[in-house]
């Protein structure tokens, strides 16, 4: 749900850089600033949620190949 949400988020930020690409001058600088904002920021949260899937230990691949966040020493 929480990959879903956040691709989506990038979606939406994509869409309005490409919607304001069309527009007037100021409101297409405008436009493009939210956009690549909305973006980043789901791209941050991306990888805050991936990086915190892999920390709790939940990930599949953990047992197969090890994870250098989460090994004991």
Do not use: H, N, W
């Not at 691709?7 to 304001?20: C, H, N, P, Q, T």
Request: glycine share 10%; aromatic share 6%; hydrophobic share 55%.
């Amino acid at each position: 749900m929480f990959i879903a949400v956040t691709l989506i988020a990038l979606a939406l930020g994509y869409r309005v850089m490409v919607d304001a690409s069309k527009e007037k001058e100021g409101l297409k600088t405008l436009g493009q600033i939210i956009g690549a904002l909305v973006i980043v920021m789901a791209t941050l949260t991306l990888l805050c949620g991936v990086m915190r899937f892999a920390a709790e230990g939940r990930c599949p691949m953990m047992p197969k190949f090890g994870c250098p966040i989460t090994a004991k020493s």
